[in-house]
Nanobody, 114 residues
């Protein structure tokens, strides 16, 4: 069974940066596609970034140009570099398979506030 562990969140001022990490274990091989989801208080969950085989990447419009996702197959890990953070980026961020998620990890809290 795949287990996902997210890390790297924190409190950051608007305009700051964070790098989120996701470690996947229990898989026989690299997991594709992988996505970063976020859940903000009072809002529906949102898929913000996807990385597919061949390095194809997709982003929701609200983070395009500010976020970059990447992966390290040797470590079975995916990352989300978030720059120019805005208060509306505040959410719990999760990594998971796309389009059908497996068991969710605990997520990592990102809070953007001055």
């Amino acid at each position: 069974q795949v287990q996902l562990v997210e890390s790297g969140g924190g409190l950051v001022q608007p305009g700051g940066s964070l790098r989120l990490s996701c470690a996947a274990s229990g898989s026989n091989g690299s997991i594709y596609p992988m996505g970063w989801y976020r859940q903000a208080p009072g809002k529906h969950g949102e898929l913000v970034a996807v990385i597919r085989r061949g390095g194809i990447k997709d982003y929701v419009d609200s983070v395009k140009g500010r976020c970059t996702n990447s992966r390290d197959n040797a470590k079975n890990a995916v990352y989300l570099q978030m720059n120019i953070l805005k208060p509306e980026d505040t959410a719990v961020y999760y990594c998971n398979k796309v389009p059908i998620p497996v068991a969710w990890g605990q997520g990592t809290q990102v809070t953007v506030s001055s």
